[in-house]
């Protein structure tokens, strides 16, 4: 039996397929995230050191994990599009971004709020925090280079030499941080040791994380669809998706 | 090969040196954006030589960002940037040579002032010296990565800005070493460590940059 391995590599083949795995990837996102919503807040037990404020560590790491994780997606994609010069690819490159770049902000924002009773400040130059805005910065400069550059070919394969450009950074800033850090050691507040987690504690950051990826892949799928749309506008199959009503 | 890279190299240097007002214009930005931040902090000697590394370096940092735009711009506008991409040469190589020119005419000036102004904030010597050494090993790691965000972003709009967002993160690695260079050698620590990670940046910068320029003045001109 002969396979065709790119039939999906076709936006026309693709969007149809896109359009039906969305649902299932929405409801198991659902799923996990009351799950895991559940077995965080009820389950857990209080931390005896943090009391109820360390709960947000179950959106703030898995945040976290996914920011990271969508960045290196996200260049795999855009490596595979300028290896194959396949144009799905590079438009799932594009679809990843503004998600990664909110969980980014997510990760930042939640880290803040658990800061302020933690140690007292909104925000300290931890190596983990600064990285984060690092990481931020390039997803900014992903989303704004590919915005400004008109035409679509030119801003795909420009954004996924910078994605790729970023990905060989970001271990070096990783590290370079990392060391700034533990030289400028100032304040008093110690993030090497992580205290032992219970295992409920783990779960629930599991569950939160799959969730996350699941939505991640909904999310990243549906504006993948309306970007095949705007930019395959004027091919036949749009034209006979239109007259159909866009099933 | 060789040839024709220091015939590219006396080119853009002859080139930068009819229009002078263009080193001048990355020289006094230097010059003023380190000037204005004693008159912000004020004239401590004390806090002035402390804060000294960081300003130093970050205003070499943004000079040699602001005259990135230069560096393709005006061959692509004149059509020799596409004599250059169906040149013989491989584009990596002449593309290397840009960048040393680059670097000649904005980094070299900074490295060789920087010194003085170190003197105004107060720097002990040796720290004065360290300088100097730092800026030397990081700022081609500047130009060299400072010219990927240039071929990425030639000819789009808004150009200026958006090679700010897009260079500025990568830059700081070279910032941490070269100014906690400065700043160990001010603490009396042995500066080594940090100039041995800021020469293997700009090793590596030197070798995969101009391979990544290349390929991105491909994707911008065709």
Redesign the interface.
């Known amino acids: 039996m002969h396979m065709n391995w790119f039939k999906y590599s076709s936006p026309q083949t693709f969007y149809p397929l896109a359009g039906k795995m969305i649902p299932w990837f929405f409801w198991a996102a659902s799923l996990l995230c009351a799950v895991g919503l559940y077995v965080s807040f009820a389950i857990a037990p209080t931390d005896f050191q943090q009391g109820e404020a360390y709960r947000i560590i179950f959106v703030h790491v898995p945040a976290a994990w996914m920011s990271m994780f969508i960045y290196l997606v996200m260049a795999g994609w855009a490596a595979m599009g300028l290896a194959l010069n396949a144009r799905l690819s590079a438009m799932m490159a594009q679809a990843l971004a503004p998600t990664g770049a909110m969980f980014t902000l997510l990760a930042l924002v939640t880290g803040s709020l658990w800061g302020k009773p933690m140690w007292g400040t909104w925000w300290v130059w931890d190596a983990r925090l600064t990285s984060e805005l690092i990481l931020l910065f390039l997803y900014l400069g992903f989303m704004a280079l590919q915005s400004s550059i008109d035409d679509p070919r030119r801003a795909d394969r420009a954004g996924a030499l910078l994605a790729l450009v970023g990905v060989v950074n970001v271990p070096i800033i990783y590290f370079s941080v990392k060391w700034w850090n533990t030289l400028h050691q100032g304040s008093t507040i110690n993030m090497g040791v992580a205290p032992k987690m219970a295992a409920t504690m783990l779960l629930g950051m599991l569950l939160m994380a799959l969730a996350f990826w699941m939505y991640s892949v909904a999310v990243a799928l549906m504006r993948v669809r309306c970007i095949m749309l705007e930019r395959e506008r004027s091919s036949d199959w749009v034209k006979a998706l239109s007259i159909k009503g866009g099933k | 090969m060789n040839q024709t890279w220091l015939t590219l190299l006396r080119r853009d240097l002859l080139l930068a040196l009819r229009r002078r007002s263009d080193i001048a214009t990355t020289l006094f930005f230097f010059v003023i954006v380190s000037s204005l931040f004693p008159l912000g902090i004020g004239p401590e000697p004390a806090v002035l030589s402390s804060i000294a590394p960081g300003v130093l370096w970050v205003a070499a940092l943004l000079a040699g960002m602001i005259s990135l735009g230069r560096l393709f711009a005006a061959d692509f506008a004149d059509g020799s940037l596409e004599q250059m991409l169906l040149a013989p040469q491989p584009l990596a190589w002449l593309v290397s040579a840009k960048i040393f020119a680059h670097w000649l005419v904005c980094g070299l000036p900074v490295v060789l002032l920087a010194p003085l102004i170190g003197l105004q904030y107060a720097l002990p010597n040796d720290a004065l010296w360290v300088l100097v050494y730092s800026l030397l090993l990081g700022t081609p790691t500047l130009s060299l990565i400072g010219a990927?965000g240039a071929a990425?972003?030639l000819g789009?709009?808004?150009?200026g800005l958006?090679v700010a967002?897009?260079v500025?993160?990568?830059y700081?690695?070279t910032l941490?070493?070269g100014a906690?260079a400065v700043a160990a050698s001010q603490h009396g620590m042995s500066a080594e460590a940090h100039l041995s990670?800021l020469a293997a940046?700009s090793l590596?910068s030197l070798v995969?940059a101009p391979l990544?320029t290349a390929?991105?003045l491909r994707?911008?001109v065709?």
């Open positions: 990927i990425l972003t789009v709009r808004g150009s958006l967002l897009l500025l993160p990568l700081i690695p941490i070493f906690g990670l940046v590596l995969l990544a390929a991105a994707i911008s065709e």
